[in-house]
């Protein structure tokens, strides 16, 4: 009994955690929802967390069934889902598509499996990593686990028509594979700082109990608007302390340009050297004659300010110029910045005095030419650079005296770097790495490769002190990479 009230626990907190997660969307004024619930009084088997569409919005109303699992003995796939358990009442499909077939009368409406448990093949093939539905081929192919193949069975057991199933499937979304506790926890802190509220266990623990006293309450007070979110959180004082954020800041302007809601302190307009298309690049000469006297005299300019040490930047730049920004306005020198940084679709503002997180970088190490005196670096955060990088090391063929590869510990990914304390880490460690690796291999110079989110190779720059000379490269049009500039860090 006391595994089983275990297991229910965690599964409510997996809930409401989720639940949050979703419902703080309510907080954006431009949100297509205009209310939501926690277990709808009138959702059928999707009550978990619901969304509702604002008239005229174009998008459906949400209706989700979130489903914990205590380990990882099984996967999803629609014949499991079809077959009630012990064979007696309901399957979870059929519960599912009755809600659908109520809720639908109501206007568009998607039905959401959401769980920690990942799909069978058979199942995983068709699904859309964009935006988990259904894909064409589910409808079209007839191998297992496809419509054509399974579809009579399913519409039996779930006492549906073959075209109403077709059409359920597609209001289906199955977000499967979904984070456990823990990391369900770090994104729903890292949305909550979006939104200016105070983030971590304490302020967490105290949201999920209020979400506690909400499932309890029956009618008209079970919907959260956010109106009554926004009082929900005053009442808990959930937002954070005023901080009015950097004085002072600086726009450059590289592949596009473009403004943000304040007026920059400095502005750098360097389109005309670049082009997005082509990923065009100023050569060499124009870095040292030009944009880093420009870079300079903005940073003198930024220091010469009593509040000027911690600088407000925006800018869509290539990797090695926010590498280059961040180098010229350094940690050493004083300066901390606060950066936007777009992850997993939304935009966080990321500051580089936070504390670094406990995520650690692996570094994979091998020798290249004994006579050599490069070190070659592959900072990789975002992805696996590793087809570039045997393209860059058949380009140049015996240059370099050994191969340093920087990466998460788990691998590199879209979701690897999940805060601005990850993106601090990585940086402090990333230096330590290559300055180790220098002094082993006695390296007279650096060849960097970027690989990272934006906002990494800014924080990274800031820190890129004592290793020599480096020479920065930027990946091309054509996906090879060529040199930008070289920094000279001592």
């Known amino acids: 009994m006391g595994e089983q009230s275990a297991s229910r626990l965690e599964g409510d907190r997996y809930q409401y955690l989720y639940g949050w997660y979703e419902l703080l969307q309510l907080l954006d004024e431009k949100s297509p929802f205009e209310c939501g619930y926690l277990e709808h009084p009138d959702a059928g088997a999707a009550d978990d967390v619901t969304l509702h569409a604002r008239q005229g919005s174009g998008v459906a109303s949400l209706y989700v069934q979130v489903k914990w699992h205590v380990d990882h003995r099984n996967q999803y796939s629609l014949e499991t889902v079809s077959v009630a358990p012990g064979g007696r009442g309901r399957s979870l499909l059929h519960k599912l598509f009755a809600s659908w077939r109520k809720l639908r009368e109501r206007g568009p409406a998607e039905v959401w499996l959401v769980s920690n448990w990942s799909a069978e093949e058979s199942l995983g093939r068709y699904l ?64 909550m700082a979006r939104f200016s509220l105070r983030h971590g266990a304490n302020p967490r623990a105290v949201a999920l109990d209020g979400l506690r006293e909400w499932v309890e309450v029956s009618g008209e007070a079970k919907r959260v608007r956010r ?58 000469h124009v870095w040292r004659e030009t944009l880093i006297p420009e870079l300079r005299a903005a940073r003198q300019r930024l220091a010469d300010r009593p509040e000027g040490a911690l600088v407000d930047f925006r800018g869509k730049v290539p990797l090695s110029v926010a590498l280059a920004v961040g ?95 990850d993106a601090v880490a990585f940086a402090v460690q990333a230096r330590e790495l290559i300055r180790t690796a220098r002094n082993r291999y006695r390296a007279s110079s650096t060849h960097l490769l970027l690989y990272a989110p934006s906002t990494c190779c800014l924080f990274l720059g800031q820190r890129l002190n004592a290793v020599g000379p480096v020479v920065v490269h930027e990946r091309t049009v054509d996906e090879r990479y060529t040199p930008v500039f070289t920094l000279q860090t001592g």
């Not at 589910?138 to 193949?149: A, K, Q």
């Not at 579809?151 to 594979?177: M, P, Q, Y």
Request: overall charge negative; proline content about 5%; hydrophobic content about 40%.
């Open 327 to 421: 180098f010229h306005f350094s940690e050493a020198a004083g300066f901390r910045f606060r950066s936007e940084q777009v992850t997993r679709g939304e935009t966080f503002l990321w500051r580089s005095d936070v504390g670094a997180s406990a995520r650690r970088l692996s570094a994979l190490e091998r020798e290249g030419s004994p006579d050599a005196k490069v070190l070659l670096v592959v900072f990789q955060l975002t992805q696996d650079a590793r087809v570039d990088l045997e393209r860059f090391e058949a380009v140049h063929p015996g240059v370099h005296r050994a191969v340093l590869i920087l990466e998460p510990e788990g691998g590199p990914g879209d979701g690897a770097v999940t805060s601005a304390g």
């Open 227 to 284: 109106e009554s979110l926004m009082e929900f959180l005053r009442v808990r004082e959930l937002f954070a302390p005023r901080d009015d954020g950097p004085a002072v800041s600086l726009w450059v302007h590289a592949w596009v340009r473009r403004k943000w809601e304040q007026s920059p302190t400095e502005e750098l307009d360097w389109t005309a050297y670049f082009d997005r298309e082509t990923r065009g690049l100023p050569d060499e």
């Open 128 to 191: 859309r990593g964009r935006d988990c539905s259904l894909t064409q081929e589910f409808f079209t192919e007839s191998r297992p686990g496809s419509f054509l193949e399974g579809s009579a069975r399913w519409a039996a057991r779930c006492e549906a028509t073959l075209e109403e199933l077709r059409a359920f499937f597609g209001d289906l979304r199955l977000r499967l594979g979904f984070p456990g506790i823990a990391e369900l926890g770090k994104m729903v802190d890292e949305r």
